[in-house]
């Protein structure tokens, strides 16, 4: 109960949130954005999680569905533990401009208060600052996103790390490089982690943006990078682009892209998190 009310001290709000990141990225003051949503709750707690064509499994919970193949996942707490222990030393990292963006306690029906303070217990006292909404990018801020941050982001040379199906042609993005991720990237392509490091080592990157679009792989290479060469900014920014990008899950999956895109008015298009 201690812990819980000294987080209260720290309050903070879906837009002004925004604002603080958005502030960076216009002043060109490199940070490191790393989202850890309801998929890495699952596997920050060593509970299975499944995304396959035609179901899925999430700790204790399982259905069916439409996961395209640049969705499927797969992380088996019995032999993949080494992925969750990265997992944990990413969102336990504390560093200047390292934010860390937490499941958000506004959809019950995902993760909600127990996943919030699941994530705040392990994070600990003392980096109330660097911690922020992993949903900041979508749902309510989108638009903002869309019209205000995208814009500036492609003013900067771009890495982009992303599935190998992505199509960046319809985005006009000053791409220097690209690294490509596969299926269950999440365990099979860690090889990236080491992999992009030293690419940014051998070629003096500086002063560039890194969008990720890998899911829990995003979370191991931008603790690992920012680490190591914090004059770059990382952003983790998920299925924000997908729409853009040739891909087709977003249409079943991505219920704030249903909203936004395909007009299909729901509860995520205009949530707005909020934090305990």
Same mark, same amino acid.
């Given at each position: 109960m201690q812990q819980e009310k000294s987080q209260n001290k720290s309050a903070k709000t879906f837009s002004s949130e925004f604002d603080k990141l958005f502030q960076k990225l216009k002043d060109n003051e490199p940070f490191a954005f790393s989202r850890f949503s309801d998929g890495e709750v699952y596997i920050l707690k060593g509970e299975k999680l499944v995304l396959a064509p035609d179901h899925y499994i999430t700790g204790e919970r399982?259905?069916? *569905?439409?996961?395209? +193949?640049?969705? =499927?996942?797969?992380?088996?707490?019995?032999?993949?533990?080494?992925?969750?222990? +990265?997992?944990?030393?990413?969102? @336990? =990292?504390? @560093? =200047?401009?390292?934010? +860390?963006?937490?499941?958000?306690?506004?959809?019950?029906?995902?993760?909600? +208060?127990?996943?919030?303070?699941?994530?705040?217990?392990?994070?600990?006292? *003392?980096?109330?600052? =660097?911690?922020?909404?992993?949903?900041?990018?979508?749902n309510n801020n989108y638009p903002r996103f869309m019209q205000e941050m995208l814009p500036v982001i492609c003013e900067k040379e771009i890495v982009v790390i992303a599935n190998e199906a992505v199509n960046l042609d319809e985005l006009p993005l000053k791409v220097i490089k690209r690294f490509n991720v596969g299926s269950n990237c999440i365990i099979n392509d860690y090889h990236l982690v080491e992999e992009i490091k030293n690419w940014i080592a051998s070629n003096h990157i500086d002063d560039t943006i890194f969008l990720f679009s890998a899911s829990t792989l995003s979370n191991y290479i931008i603790h690992e990078c920012f680490k190591e060469h914090s004059n770059n900014t990382y952003l983790d920014i998920g299925s924000c682009l997908n729409p853009w990008m040739g891909l087709e899950g977003w249409k079943h999956s991505r219920a704030y892209l249903q909203h936004w895109i395909l007009k299909m008015p729901n509860k995520y298009g205009t949530q707005v998190d909020t934090w305990i």
């Amino acid at each position: 109960m201690q812990q819980e009310k000294s987080q209260n001290k720290s309050a903070k709000t879906f837009s002004s949130e925004f604002d603080k990141l958005f502030q960076k990225l216009k002043d060109n003051e490199p940070f490191a954005f790393s989202r850890f949503s309801d998929g890495e709750v699952y596997i920050l707690k060593g509970e299975k999680l499944v995304l396959a064509p035609d179901h899925y499994i999430t700790g204790e919970r399982s259905g069916g *569905g439409v996961y395209t +193949k640049e969705e =499927h996942k797969s992380f088996d707490p019995e032999k993949d533990s080494f992925f969750q222990e +990265k997992l944990i030393e990413a969102l @336990q =990292h504390r @560093q =200047h401009n390292y934010f +860390k963006g937490l499941t958000g306690v506004a959809d019950e029906d995902i993760a909600g +208060k127990d996943a919030f303070q699941f994530q705040l217990d392990l994070c600990g006292e *003392g980096d109330e600052d =660097h911690l922020t909404f992993s949903n900041l990018f979508i749902n309510n801020n989108y638009p903002r996103f869309m019209q205000e941050m995208l814009p500036v982001i492609c003013e900067k040379e771009i890495v982009v790390i992303a599935n190998e199906a992505v199509n960046l042609d319809e985005l006009p993005l000053k791409v220097i490089k690209r690294f490509n991720v596969g299926s269950n990237c999440i365990i099979n392509d860690y090889h990236l982690v080491e992999e992009i490091k030293n690419w940014i080592a051998s070629n003096h990157i500086d002063d560039t943006i890194f969008l990720f679009s890998a899911s829990t792989l995003s979370n191991y290479i931008i603790h690992e990078c920012f680490k190591e060469h914090s004059n770059n900014t990382y952003l983790d920014i998920g299925s924000c682009l997908n729409p853009w990008m040739g891909l087709e899950g977003w249409k079943h999956s991505r219920a704030y892209l249903q909203h936004w895109i395909l007009k299909m008015p729901n509860k995520y298009g205009t949530q707005v998190d909020t934090w305990i």
